[in-house]
């Protein structure tokens, strides 16, 4: 399928961040989106490249009324060579059509998309920042358009991509965070969405993280949502604890998001061969682990922030300090190692990244 594609020009175009060092993330999109469309019985069709513009939606479209929505995250980079890479954007599209799958709604014919950020890319090089830790996000997203208030998939689907400069997620940047293990609220429940990417999942997750913040935390811990007991995710990022010679993350077993990092982060241990195991970790065993020194380090990963240290989890009104509150050796490592593929300055044995020009 062809991809059409009109240039922005004259008040289309954007100004671009003066300092890098303050675009911060999520509120800054280039001059372009890719866009494609889909109707039932004729499928995805009319793939282009447009100025970037608000959408044109009818108030009745149903991801507004029920939630049909999907969406990745993933970034670009300028390599130390001068060249511009994806990483794992195949996998990111892979999940994507998991999440279409659970909720109803079409798949993606992956080709087309990545020949569509490509080519959307690549018109708007100019974007990519350079500063290190910076980076372009790419926010690929399905949602439901046809008019219809009857609870049912929607016959209609709008797909786009939009683009921008991000840098650190968190303000803390690789400084650890302070996390509050929530007993109250849950995230995702086994049978739910949480192992998809998908808003709901993200809007019910906010009233507990503004709790915590009220608090002084910077996020939330989540347990399982039957007997909040095990450890499932750090705020919006899956979360590993390295426990005297074993790295443990949650199994994927339906409520977990599949995260690409937590992924990257698994291979990148068992070719260094560290012991890491996808089990049940209850909050119990990380209380006894702390008090008992065998806790060394607990880290988030995630696109946004790759790797976010945990420098303290409180829980039932008790503080538990990981670390000395600094970034462990093993986090700072996967960090270096992880950002050093993305950025070219290393060889890529596992074939993350996917060169663009
Ligand atoms: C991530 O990349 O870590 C996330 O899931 C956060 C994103 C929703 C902004």
Known sequence: MDIKITKAEGDQLKPKPEDESQIGFGSIFTDHIFLMDYVEKKGWHNPRIEPYANLRLDPAAMALHYGQEIFEGLKAYYGRD??????RARDNFLRMNRSAERLCMPKINIDLVMEGLKEL???DRDWIPRSPGSSLYVRPTML??????????????LFYIIIGPVGAYYKEGLNPVKIYVEDTYIRAAVGG????KTGGNYAASLLAAEKAKEKGFTQVLWLDACERRYVEEVGTMNIFFVMDDEVITSPLTGSILPGITRDSV????????????????????VVEASEDGTLKEAFGTGTAAVISPVGQITYKGKDYVISEGKMGEL????????VAIQYAEKDDPFGWRIRLD
Do not use: N
């Not at 001068?82 to 990483?87: A, D, E, N, T, V």
């Not at 969405?193 to 998809?196: A, E, N, P, S, W």
């Not at 698994?266 to 065993?285: A, G, N, P, T």
């Open 82 to 87: 001068g060249h511009i890479y994806l990483f």
């Open 121 to 123: 890319i690549l018109l």
């Open 144 to 157: 439901a358009t046809e008019p219809h208030l009857g609870v049912r998939p929607s016959k209609e689907y």
């Open 193 to 196: 969405t949480g192992y998809i």
């Open 266 to 285: 698994i291979q990148l241990l068992k070719s260094w061969d560290i012991k890491v195991s996808e089990r049940k970790l209850s909050i119990d065993e």
């Open 331 to 338: 986090s700072q490592r996967l960090y270096d190692e992880i």
